[in-house]
């Protein structure tokens, strides 16, 4: 069965870091993207980062959402299969809770992704 499991989520004072992780099995991990997303109650679900595959044929070059960027860095451990999402500088706003996702191209549309992983709660306080 495929599984994604996040992990890391937690309550961080704003200005504070946290690093998720996703651990992934039931799959050819080298051969998928792995995206994380975030949703609040009532919006939603938005695309966070997302990265390529060794395998995939494209340069593996993250991909960010502009609310993130220069704060959050997405890298992978294919012998793991474990994506990690560091997140720096963090902001009331991004609290929400995180999802991970495989699919077949990195992208920050959910549409991109075939697998769900369940969520994990990140709250930033002011």
């Known amino acids: 069965d495929v599984q994604l499991q996040a992990s890391g989520g937690g309550l961080v004072q704003a200005g504070g870091s946290l690093r998720l992780s996703c651990a992934a099995s039931?799959?050819?991990?080298?051969?998928?993207?792995i995206g994380w997303f975030r949703q609040v109650p009532g919006k939603e679900r938005e695309g966070v980062a997302c990265i390529s595959s060794s395998e995939s044929g494209s340069d593996g070059r993250p991909t960010y959402a502009d609310s993130v960027k220069g704060r959050f860095i997405i890298s992978t451990d294919n012998a793991r299969n474990t994506v990690w999402l560091q997140m720096n500088t963090l902001k009331p706003e991004d609290t929400a809770v995180y999802y991970c996702?495989?699919?077949?191209?990195?992208?920050?549309?959910?549409?991109?992704?075939?697998?769900w992983g369940q969520g994990t709660q990140v709250t930033v306080s002011s």
């Open positions: 996702a495989a699919g077949r191209l990195c992208g920050l549309a959910t549409w991109y992704y075939d697998f």
């Open positions: 039931g799959f050819t991990f080298e051969y998928y993207a």
